[in-house]
C-alpha cells in the first residue's frame, strides 16, 4: 500500500515532525543528524565536500588578482568562467549516466583527485588558455559531486533524516569555504596568487584515502520500503535505465520540468553574485587579497543559520505537504533577490555587510529543502540523472553573464549587480508554479519504485 508523503497523519508524517524537531535543538550529535542512516559514509561526504570548496574559494578570493595577470575586463572574465562551467555542466549528464550504472562512490573518488590536480596546476597556468583548461579540469571534477553525493545521500538515508542530512552536508561548504578564503588571503597576500593553488590541493588526497572503505548503498531501497514492499524486495535494486529511458523518466515529472525551466535563472544570478562580489568589495572599497579573504570568511559561518532554518522549515513543511517546501522557498529567493538591490547601492563596507549576511542567509535556506524535494520526486533508477539534467538547463543561463560583464565594464559594476534582481525573481515564480503537482509526482515515484 502506497503511503503518501504529504499526508497530515502516518509514520512517515510522525517521523518528519519529529526529524524538523531535532533540527532545532541546540544541542544535536553527528549520530542525531545521521538519524537512520549510517555516520561514517555522511563524515566522508562532508569532508569531500569541503575539500571542494578550498579551490573554489581559492579562486574567488584571488580573482582580482588572476584578472589583472592576465589582462581581463569584467566581460573577459565573465566570458572565461561562463565557458568553463558550460563544459563541466555538459558533461555532468555522461557522469551521471555512469553514476546510475557503476559506483557512485568510485566516481566521486575519480573526480576528487581530478578536481586537486587540477587545482595544483591552476598554480602553474601562464596563459588564458592554459587557465581556462585546469579551471574546467577543475570544475569537472568538482560535477561529480551532485550526481555521486545527492544520490548516495538519498539512498543511505530515509526520507525523513534527509532534510536534516543535506543541510549537514551542504555546511561543509561553509567549513571549506571559511578556511580557503583565510588561507588563500593569507597566502596570496605574502607569497603571490598561485602559492594558494598549489598548498590547498593536498588535502584532497588524505580525505580520498579515508574514503577508500566506502561501498555503495542499495538504490531505491527507501523509497520501496515507503510504498509498502516486502523486506526481501526492498534491497532488490533495479536494473539501471539507458540515457533514453532515464531522460524520459525524469521529463515525465512535472515538477521536475518546472524546476529545470527555473535553473538558468536562478543559476546566471547566483554564479555571477559569486564572481561580481569579490571583485565589487575590492573596486568598491579597495580590500586587497588578506581583507577580503578575512572578510568573507567571517560571512561564511552564517550560512549555517540558514542551512539550520532551511532543514527545519523542509522538515515541517514536509510533513503538511512537499508543495509547501517550494513555496516557502520562491518567497526566500525573491526576498534573496531583492536583498541584492541594496547590497549593490550600499554607500560603504558596513552597509554592504548587513546585507550581504541576509544574501547568504537566504542562499542557504534553499538548500536543504530543493535538494529534499528532488530526491523524492526522482525516480530512484535514475536518481543520478535526475540531479544533473538540470545541468543542462543552467547552460542557457550561462548566456546572461558576459552581458552582465559587458554593464560592469561600461556602466559600473553596481549597475552590473542589479541586473541580477529581475533574473533570480523569474526563476523563483517558476519554482512556486510546481507547488500544486510535487505531491502527486511524489506518490507517483513511491507506487513505481
Given amino acids: 500500500m502506497t503511503v503518501p508523503i504529504h499526508s497530515r497523519s502516518g509514520a512517515l508524517g510522525d517521523a518528519l515532525r519529529r526529524g524538523a524537531g531535532v533540527v532545532g535543538h541546540p544541542v544535536r550529535t553527528l549520530r542525531t543528524i545521521a538519524g537512520q542512516g549510517p555516520l561514517y559514509p555522511l563524515l566522508i561526504l562532508f569532508a569531500l565536500n569541503a575539500v571542494d570548496e578550498l579551490d573554489r574559494a581559492a579562486f574567488y578570493v584571488l ?196 524546476i529545470f525551466a527555473a535553473l538558468p535563472f536562478l543559476a546566471a544570478g547566483l554564479t555571477a553574485l559569486a564572481l561580481l562580489n569579490v571583485l565589487y568589495i575590492e573596486e568598491v572599497f579597495g580590500l586587497d587579497e588578506r581583507a577580503r579573504g578575512n572578510l568573507l570568511a567571517s560571512i561564511e559561518p552564517v550560512v549555517l543559520i540558514g542551512l539550520i532554518i532551511g532543514a527545519r522549515a523542509a522538515g515541517r513543511f514536509l510533513a503538511r505537504g512537499p508543495g509547501r517546501v517550494l513555496h516557502f522557498l520562491a518567497i526566500t529567493a525573491i526576498a534573496q533577490g531583492c536583498l541584492f538591490v541594496g547590497y549593490a547601492l550600499a554607500p560603504n563596507l558596513a552597509v554592504a555587510v548587513a546585507f550581504i549576511v541576509p544574501i547568504s542567509i537566504c542562499g542557504a535556506i534553499l538548500v536543504p529543502g530543493m535538494f529534499t524535494v528532488m530526491s523524492m520526486a526522482i525516480p530512484p533508477r535514475a536518481r543520478a540523472m535526475g540531479f544533473s539534467m538540470g545541468s543542462l538547463w543552467i547552460l542557457p543561463g550561462l548566456l546572461i553573464l558576459p552581458f552582465i560583464g559587458w554593464i560592469a565594464d561600461n556602466w559600473g559594476i553596481r549597475q552590473g549587480m542589479l541586473v541580477l534582481l529581475p533574473v533570480s525573481t523569474i526563476g523563483a515564480l517558476i519554482v512556486a508554479s510546481a507547488g500544486s503537482l510535487i505531491g502527486e509526482d511524489i506518490d507517483q515515484v513511491q507506487r513505481t519504485a
Avoid at 558533461?91 to 550504472?101: E, K, P, Q, S
Avoid at 592554459?130 to 551532485?146: D, K, M, N, T
Avoid at 530515509?158 to 588563500?184: E, K, Q
Fill in 63 to 258: 580573482i582580482p588578482e588572476i584578472r589583472d595577470e592576465f589582462e581581463l575586463g569584467f566581460q573577459g572574465l565573465l566570458t572565461v568562467v561562463g565557458a568553463v562551467n558550460a563544459l563541466a555542466l555538459a558533461l555532468a549528464v555522461l557522469i551521471a549516466g555512469f553514476a546510475d550504472r557503476y559506483s557512485r562512490v568510485r566516481i566521486a573518488l575519480a573526480g576528487a583527485l581530478a578536481w586537486s590536480v587540477f587545482s595544483f596546476s591552476t598554480g602553474l597556468a601562464t596563459g588564458i588558455l592554459f587557465l581556462g583548461f585546469v579551471r574546467s579540469g577543475s570544475a569537472i571534477g568538482a560535477s561529480v559531486v551532485p550526481p555521486t553525493h545527492n544520490p548516495l545521500l538519498s539512498d543511505w538515508f530515509p526520507p525523513a533524516d534527509r532534510p536534516r542530512v543535506f543541510a549537514f552536508h551542504r555546511s561543509a561548504n561553509v567549513i571549506g569555504a571559511s578556511l580557503g578564503f583565510v588561507l588563500a588571503g593569507q597566502l596570496g597576500y605574502h607569497f603571490g596568487w598561485r602559492t594558494p593553488f598549489l598548498i590547498l590541493a593536498i588535502p584532497t588526497l588524505v580525505v580520498v584515502l579515508l574514503a577508500l572503505r566506502l561501498r555503495d548503498p542499495v538504490r531505491g531501497n527507501h523509497e520501496r520500503r515507503a510504498a509498502g514492499a516486502e523486506a526481501e524486495a526492498v534491497d532488490i535494486e533495479e536494473p539501471p535505465p539507458s540515457y533514453a529511458e532515464a531522460w524520459r523518466m525524469c521529463w515525465k515529472i512535472a515538477t521536475l520540468r518546472r
